[in-house]
C-alpha cells in the first residue's frame, strides 16, 4: 500500500489516479504535478489541475451539468403547468380553437350578409349607389371572417 504522507515517484502517482506511468511524466513535464513530493500533495496539485480544465470547459460553453440540469428542471415544470391547464380546460387542441373560430367567421358572415337588405328597410331614401358600397364593404368584411384560421392570429 502507498503511502501518501511519504515521497512517491511518478510511477506509484500513476497508478494511485489509474494512467501510465507516461501520462504521469507528461503531467510531470507540463507542471501538473512535482516531482519529489508526498503522494498527498502530488493528488492536491492533479485534482486542483482538474477543477481548472473543469471550470474552463463550463466557461468556454461545453457541458455545464448544473445548467443543463436547470434546465431539464424548467421543462419539466412547463410540462406539468400545461398538462395541469389542459385538466382545467384552460388550454385546448388548436385544431378544435380553428374549428370555432371557422363556426364563428360563418355565424358572422351569415349576419353581416343580411345588412345591406336591413339597411335597405330602415333608409328607403337611400341611393342603390350607396347600398351597394355598403354591400361591397360588407362582402370584403364576410370574406375575411370566414377566411379566419388560428396562423393568422399569431
Not at 513535464?29 to 480544465?53: D, I, N, P, Q
Not at 337588405?117 to 370584403?140: G, M, N, Q, W
Request: hydrophobic share 55%; net charge negative; aromatic share 2%.
Amino acid at each position: 500500500m502507498i503511502d501518501m504522507d511519504e515521497v512517491i515517484t511518478l510511477g506509484e502517482f500513476a497508478e494511485i489516479i489509474g494512467v501510465t506511468p507516461r501520462a504521469a511524466r507528461g503531467m510531470a513535464e507540463a507542471g501538473v504535478v512535482c516531482k519529489g513530493v508526498t503522494g498527498r500533495a502530488m493528488l492536491r496539485a492533479y485534482c486542483s489541475h482538474l477543477r481548472e480544465v473543469g471550470a474552463s470547459r463550463a466557461a468556454a460553453g461545453d457541458l455545464d451539468l448544473a445548467g443543463e440540469r436547470a434546465a431539464l428542471a424548467r421543462a419539466q415544470r412547463e410540462r406539468i403547468e400545461m398538462q395541469n391547464a389542459v385538466t382545467r380546460a384552460e388550454l385546448a387542441p388548436a385544431a378544435a380553437i380553428e374549428v370555432v373560430l371557422v363556426a364563428a367567421g360563418t355565424h358572422v358572415a351569415r349576419i353581416l350578409r343580411a345588412v345591406p337588405a336591413a339597411v335597405r328597410a330602415r333608409v328607403p331614401s337611400l341611393a342603390s349607389e350607396e347600398l351597394e358600397l355598403v354591400a361591397a364593404e360588407v362582402d370584403k368584411a364576410c370574406a375575411i371572417a370566414a377566411a379566419v384560421r388560428l396562423a393568422d392570429l399569431g
